[in-house]
C-alpha cells in the first residue's frame, strides 16, 4: 500500500489518511480514512472504493459528504467539490429508482 502525498491527499485536508493499492488483479483500490472518528471494532471511519478515475471520484465523494456531515467547517479544498458531488449522487439516485435491479456500479461513481 502506497501512502500517498500528492496534490489528492493535500485536496482530502489534515483529517484524511489517503492510500492507494492494488488489488489481486493489478486495480487501483482507494482508502480515504477519517483520523478523528472511530467506528466499529475502534476501526476509524473509511471510504474504500476500487476502480480508476471513477473509483477515486467515489471516495472522494463519501469523503466530502462524510466532512460536511461530521466535521462541518473543517477547512479541506475538496469541499469545493461537494456540489459536483451532490450532483452525482442525486443522478445515481435517479438511475437507481428508474432501474432498481441495475447494480450500483453500473452508474459510474
Keep these: 500500500m502506497l501512502p500517498i502525498s500528492t496534490?489528492?491527499?493535500?485536496?482530502?485536508?489534515p483529517l484524511a489518511k489517503?492510500?492507494?493499492?492494488?488489488?489481486?488483479h493489478e486495480q487501483f483500490i482507494y482508502k480515504i480514512r477519517c483520523s478523528v472518528c472511530v467506528v466499529r471494532s475502534h476501526r476509524n471511519w473509511s471510504a474504500y472504493r476500487p476502480g480508476g478515475d471513477n473509483g477515486f471520484i467515489a471516495a472522494m465523494d463519501r469523503?466530502?459528504?462524510h466532512l460536511r456531515d461530521?466535521?462541518?467547517g473543517t477547512d479541506a479544498p475538496c469541499m469545493a467539490f461537494l456540489?459536483?458531488?451532490?450532483?452525482?449522487?442525486?443522478l445515481r439516485r435517479e438511475i437507481q429508482e428508474a432501474n432498481p435491479t441495475a447494480h450500483p456500479a453500473d452508474t459510474n461513481t
Design 7 to 13: 496534490p489528492a491527499a493535500s485536496k482530502a485536508g
Design 83 to 90: 456540489s459536483a458531488a451532490q450532483q452525482r449522487l442525486q
Design 18 to 24: 489517503v492510500k492507494i493499492d492494488l488489488d489481486g
Design 70 to 72: 461530521k466535521h462541518a
Design 63 to 65: 469523503w466530502v459528504f
